[in-house]
C-alpha cells in the first residue's frame, strides 16, 4: 500500500457531542465505502472541553500569516500518460466537465495563459509542509525535494507543459518556461513598455531575470 500521499480534512462540529458529529459524517461515510477497495480510509474523533483548547490545537498553530507550503505543479497531456481513459474518469469526478474553466478560459487566444492549458486535461500538483518550528536547514532540505526531485520528476513526465502559477514552486530554476511558456516574450514586451524602470518587482514575475536578490536582502541588477 502506498501510504504517502492522499487527502486529508478536517471537520469541526462546534458545541456538538461526539455521537452528533458522527452522525453527520454519516451519508459521507457511506458513500466512500464504495471505494474501501481502492483506497484506505479513515477518521479520527477528537472532543475538548472548551474553546481556547480546541483553538490551541487547531488553528494557534500555525504561522500567523498562513501556511507554510513547498509545492510544485504540472500540467499533464494526454500523451504523457499511457493509459487515458482511467485518468478521465477521474478527472471527471474530481475536476468536473473538462469545457468548464479552463477550457471556457482559453477561447480568449489574447489571453496570458501558458499554452499548455489548452492540451492539459489536468494539473498535478505536489507539496510539503515542513513543521513550524523546522530549522533552516530542514526547510532547505524540503524546498530542494520538491524542486529537485519531485518537480523534476514531474518535468520528466509532461516536459513540454508548465504550471499553475497559484500552485507552482517559486524556487524552480527554469521558472519562465515553467510558468509562462512560449507566451513570455509578448509579457516581457508589455512589461518593458508600462514598467520600463521595473517598479513592480517579485522573484518569479515578468523581467525579474534582470535582478539578482542578494543575501544581505539588496535587489541588485544584474550587468
Not at 458513500?31 to 481502492?38: H, P, R, T, V, W
Not at 485518468?87 to 478560459?105: F, T
Not at 515553467?178 to 517598479?199: C, E, I, M, R, W
Amino acid at each position: 500500500i502506498h501510504a504517502t500521499s492522499g487527502y486529508t480534512h478536517g471537520i469541526w462540529a462546534i458545541g456538538k457531542p461526539k455521537d452528533e458529529a458522527e452522525a453527520t459524517f454519516a451519508p459521507v461515510r457511506k458513500a466512500l465505502s464504495k471505494f474501501e477497495k481502492a483506497f484506505f480510509i479513515n477518521e479520527t474523533y477528537i472532543t475538548y472541553n472548551d474553546y481556547w483548547s480546541f483553538y490551541n490545537d487547531e488553528s494557534a498553530q500555525y504561522d500567523p500569516a498562513g501556511i507554510s507550503w513547498a509545492i510544485t505543479s504540472r500540467m499533464i497531456t494526454r500523451d504523457a500518460v499511457s493509459d487515458y481513459t482511467p485518468v478521465r474518469e477521474a478527472v471527471e469526478v474530481l475536476s468536473g466537465k473538462p469545457e468548464e474553466y479552463v477550457y471556457e478560459d482559453a477561447k480568449d487566444r489574447t489571453s496570458g495563459l501558458h499554452p499548455a492549458w489548452r492540451t492539459s486535461p489536468y494539473v498535478l500538483a505536489t507539496w510539503r509542509n515542513p513543521a513550524n518550528n523546522a530549522t533552516n536547514a530542514e526547510r532547505k532540505a524540503v524546498n530542494d525535494d520538491i524542486t529537485f526531485v519531485k518537480g523534476a520528476a514531474a518535468k520528466k513526465l509532461a516536459p513540454n507543459t508548465g504550471a499553475y502559477m497559484n500552485e507552482a514552486d517559486r524556487n524552480d530554476p527554469d521558472y519562465i518556461q515553467t510558468f509562462y511558456g512560449a507566451n513570455y516574450p509578448s509579457h516581457l514586451a508589455a512589461k518593458n513598455k508600462y514598467d520600463p524602470q521595473h517598479v513592480f518587482h517579485c522573484p518569479t514575475c515578468v523581467g525579474a531575470e534582470a535582478f539578482v536578490d542578494r543575501p544581505d536582502g539588496a535587489l541588485c541588477r544584474v550587468h
